[in-house]
Nanobody, 127 residues
Framework: QVHLVESGGGLVQAGGSLRLSCVAS????????IGWFRQAPGKEREGVSC????????TYADSVKGRFSISRDNAKNTVYLQMNSLKPEDTAIYYC????????????????????WGQGTQVTVSS
């Protein structure tokens, strides 16, 4: 079976840091575009950051640029999201998602471009 499993969420004070991990099983991340998305209560799911399968190019939402960093370790079949200088408005459930590179190349870092989803991990930032 194919799975993406997120971990690393938690409760942190504003200004703090967390590192989220997305571990893949049953698939080779080398061949997947991977994104991190989040959904706050009452809001739509939004793209946070995405990374390509080939050249490792990255995209970031304006709201997280300069604070978050996405990276991948294909040997560990894992994608990370390092989150620094966290703000209360970063509070959300964070999901990782993937799409096979043989299926499509995502044009934008938005949820509808991805079809394999993890279960999410809660991030809560207190003020």
């Amino acid at each position: 079976q194919v799975h993406l499993v997120e971990s690393g969420g938690g409760l942190v004070q504003a200004g703090g840091s967390l590192r989220l991990s997305c571990v893949a099983s049953g698939l080779n991340l080398n061949y997947y575009y991977i994104g991190w998305f989040r959904q706050a209560p009452g809001k739509e799911r939004e793209g946070v950051s995405c990374i390509s399968s080939s050249d490792g190019s990255t995209t970031y939402a304006d709201s997280v640029k300069g604070r978050f960093s996405i990276s991948r370790d294909n040997a560990k079949n894992t994608v990370y999201l390092q989150m620094n200088s966290l703000k209360p408005e970063d509070t959300a459930i964070y999901y990782c998602a993937g799409i096979g590179s043989w299926i499509t190349k995502p044009e934008v870092c938005e949820p509808h471009e991805y079809d394999l989803w993890g279960q999410g991990t809660q991030v809560t930032v207190s003020s």
